[in-house]
Structures are given as C-alpha cells and as structure tokens.
C-alpha cells in the first residue's frame, strides 16, 4: 500500500467509526494500525533486500565508479609510451601530436560516457 492509500484507508476507518459509533473504535483502529505495520515491515524488507544486494547500477555506487576510471587512465598512460614512440619514430612531431591527440580523444569519450551515465551533479 502507498501513501495515498494509506490516507484512503484512514478516511474510510475515520468514516466507519462515524457510522459504527465508539464502540467500534478500538477495532478500527487496531486494523488500520495493523495496516499500517504490515506497509512499514514490507517498505523495510524491501530496503534490506536493496542493500543486501548492492546497488543496481555501477554508477550508484558511493566510489562513483572510481575504480574504472583510474584503471581506464593508467592503461591509457601505459599505452601512450609506445604509441609516442611509434608516432614520433615514423612521423616526428606531427606522428607524437596525432598519437596524443588519439590518446586525449579515447580519454575523453570515455570520460563523456561516465559523466552522462551519473548524470547531472546535484551540488550544481
């Protein structure tokens, strides 16, 4: 039971005790009371499963993902030693500037795609 249903059943306990009189009124509000005890156990096994399992997405994750992105930057690093070398051997300069140019531009798609998966910050 959500919220609103919550309410709607409050409304209608409300209702009965008006109709029944208060002699009925310990019922009712054990029922309702009853309800409402079975919506909180429910909503807390529901969180307790949630956390028991982790969060869903790797981008709920507290870290915000850091580990794969770290990762990600030091094997771009350790892949840009011989990629420098090979650039700057065959085309000098220009062979060492597109190589990082390359480099810059995986880092950057990839550090894009982990910006739109979190989302918007918050704090902005």
């Given amino acids: 039971m959500e919220s609103q249903e919550l309410k709607k059943e409050l409304a209608a306990t409300l209702d009965a005790r008006r109709e029944l009189g208060p002699e009925y009124e310990a019922?009712?509000?054990?029922?309702?009371?009853e309800k409402v005890d079975t919506q909180v156990r429910r909503r807390l096994a529901e969180d307790r499963l949630a956390a028991a399992r982790g969060p869903r997405r790797p981008e709920e994750s507290p870290a915000g993902n850091?580990?794969?992105?770290?990762?990600?930057?030091?094997?771009?690093?350790?892949?840009a030693i011989p990629l420098s070398a090979i650039g700057a051997a065959q085309a000098h300069l220009p062979g060492l500037i597109v190589a990082w140019l390359g480099i810059v531009g995986v880092n950057f798609v990839h550090a894009s795609k982990s910006l739109r998966r979190r989302g918007p910050d918050p704090q902005d």
């Fill in 27 to 33: 019922a009712l509000v054990d029922s309702f009371v």
């Fill in 66 to 79: 850091f580990g794969e992105r770290f990762g990600f930057a030091i094997v771009t690093l350790v892949l």
